[in-house]
């Protein structure tokens, strides 16, 4: 199997799960500065010209790192990332669409619209930004009172949530566009995370 990435938070959603399910995978480089993601060549493995992408050994291809993370989950070892009971699926999933949405790609938004850093490419909109990154501080305190009597986001295992949610946090403190507050049970959390080999080597 082989990777297509660049050095970016989704791709290290990614390594994280590898790193958790004991699984290397090739790498294969992608240029998304010099716009190699948009090529017809690349394309034809993602439609939505974004990484990482994970190309699997028949040649088929699986983009988006929720998606790649969850078959890499299947197929390696260790404790279940999305959960293995009908009730544990269900709270990661419904904690990983909440650091998604709510914090994830507001800071993706805030970022993109306020450096434009794809302006080639897209239409930024520096006030959306502005917006997306007073938005997504505001999320926190949702993580912060669930944190509070719970050792991971969605419970008491590590799951792809935490791995969705910490990304996002790191992302956003290296790209300073979001103010973010100090919340006490985020900060232990956190710690918590940068504890894990996955994390730390990531
Ligand atoms: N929802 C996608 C988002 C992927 C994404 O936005 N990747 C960025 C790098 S973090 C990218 O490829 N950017 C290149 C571009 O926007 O042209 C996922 O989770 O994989």
């Not at 994970?54 to 699986?62: F, H, K, P």
């Not at 998606?67 to 999305?82: K, N, Q, T």
């Not at 306020?114 to 490419?121: N, P, Q, V």
Request: hydrophobic fraction near 45%.
């Amino acid at each position: 199997m082989k990777l297509y990435e660049a050095p970016s938070p989704n791709a290290r959603r990614v390594h994280i799960a590898m790193a958790e399910k004991g699984i290397e995978l090739d790498r294969v480089a992608v240029d998304i500065r010099g716009g190699e993601n948009l090529s017809d060549e690349f394309l034809a493995k993602n439609p939505g010209g974004r990484v990482p992408v994970l190309e699997l050994d028949d040649g088929t291809y699986i983009g988006e790192s929720v998606s790649i993370s969850r078959y890499l989950d299947a197929i390696g070892e260790g404790p279940m990332l999305f959960g293995d009971t009908p009730l544990a699926q269900a709270q990661i999933d419904m904690w990983q669409r909440r650091a998604e949405l709510n914090f994830f790609l507001e800071v993706a938004g805030a970022f993109r619209n306020i450096t434009g850093f794809f302006k080639d490419r897209e239409t930024c909109v520096e006030a959306w930004g502005v917006v997306c990154a007073d938005r997504a501080p505001k999320a926190l305190s949702m993580f912060d009172a669930q944190l509070e009597h719970s050792e991971f986001l969605a419970g008491d295992q590590f799951s792809v949530a935490d791995i969705t949610l910490g990304v996002g946090l790191d992302f956003a403190r290296s790209v300073k566009v979001v103010e973010l507050p100090e919340l006490p049970n985020i900060k232990r959390w956190h710690m918590q995370l940068n504890a894990r080999a996955s994390f730390s080597a990531s």
